[in-house]
């Protein structure tokens, strides 16, 4: 009995400090104000903070640079500064005008998460107050290429160009994965660190969700005539292959390119800064 309850407590603590290094490797968490502030001084590029009200919910946004309009959406688990690097940086900030911000169940935003269709609308709203009157770049990694995938389909006019970096689309890839539908169970973490788990918990029912959701719009998807280009990586272990398979399937050719990085993982904003690079300062 003892040893059961010995065997426990180290089960416990390992996946305490499993979730405490996906945190670090997703970027999940919130940065500190004063990490945004040291990295955006480093380039002395201006931004902005604010929030902006969708019915129930309080949408954190920060702006910067001065260009073209580029909408940024992370994916899931995820926050906005996934993307504070990149604001930062004075060739992007040249090139474009930037936002970013926190999806619904996420960091700063308030008024917990919504649904796939929900957060397609709350884009919609962000891109529309941000930059009105204006057709814009979206930019969406993993669950957030979803969303961006179904920003051109819902709402082409204000969309110039969608790039997406292994993003979620295959709802059968995507069905069926052991460790998605564990993740959703293993609600007593919560209880030994709840500002850790929560992000985890959000993304489990997103992803959890994801596939009946995604289901809604596939025979609308070739209809979509925004150009549309997706990058993805060979060592992507958590988004498969068969995202590639199903966009060439489900989009019209005329509108669709994709690239296939050796050797790439997943996390592709966080780890992988000269694919961001070459996408959007090369385009």
Same mark, same amino acid.
């Given at each position: 009995?003892? +040893? ?5 407590? +180290?089960?416990? &603590?390992?996946? %305490? &400090?499993?979730?405490? +290094? ?7 968490? #919130? !940065? ?9 001084? @480093? ?10 009200t969708s019915k129930d919910h309080s949408?954190?946004?920060?702006? *910067? ?26 060739? %992007? ?12 169940? =996420? ?20 891109l529309t107050t941000q930059f009105p ?9 993993? =669950? ?8 051109? /389909?819902?709402?082409?006019?204000? #969309? ?16 069926? @994965?052991?460790?998605?539908? /564990?993740?959703?169970?293993? *609600? ?21 969700? &994801?596939?009946?959701?995604?289901? /809604? ?19 992507? &272990? !958590? ?25 790439? *993982? ?8 000269? #694919? ?8």
């Amino acid at each position: 009995m003892i +040893l059961i309850i010995f065997l426990s407590i +180290l089960v416990l &603590f390992a996946l %305490f &400090f499993v979730l405490i +290094l996906l945190l670090t490797h997703f970027r999940v968490y #919130v !940065l500190q104000s004063s990490k945004i502030k040291e990295t955006f001084k @480093k380039t002395s590029t201006t931004y902005i903070e604010g929030a902006i009200t969708s019915k129930d919910h309080s949408i954190f946004y920060r702006q *910067s640079g001065n260009g073209l309009p580029l909408l940024f959406i992370h994916g899931s688990p995820g926050s906005a500064d996934v993307f504070v690097d990149y604001q930062a940086a004075n060739e %992007f900030a040249e090139k474009y005008t930037m936002v970013t911000y926190d999806r619904p169940g =996420y960091g700063r935003t308030s008024g917990g998460m919504c649904s796939l269709a929900q957060q397609v609308q709350i884009a919609h709203e962000v891109l529309t107050t941000q930059f009105p009157n204006k057709k814009v770049i979206i930019v969406g990694h993993s =669950y957030g290429g979803t969303i961006a995938a179904l920003l051109a /389909l819902e709402y082409p006019e204000v #969309v110039e160009q969608v790039i997406l970096f292994a993003p979620m689309l295959d709802p059968i890839g995507e069905e069926g @994965k052991w460790w998605k539908r /564990l993740s959703q169970r293993i *609600s007593f973490i919560s209880y030994i660190a709840p500002f850790i788990a929560y992000p985890f918990r959000v993304s489990a029912k997103e992803i959890y969700a &994801f596939p009946n959701a995604i289901r /809604l719009y596939i025979d609308r998807l070739k209809t979509i005539r925004i150009p549309i280009k997706i990058i993805m990586g060979t060592r992507d &272990f !958590l988004v498969p292959m068969s995202n590639i398979t199903f966009a060439k399937t489900h989009f019209d050719s005329t509108i669709l390119t994709t690239e296939i990085i050796p050797g790439m *993982s997943h996390f592709i904003p966080q780890h992988y800064p000269e #694919v961001i690079k070459k996408a959007l300062l090369e385009k």
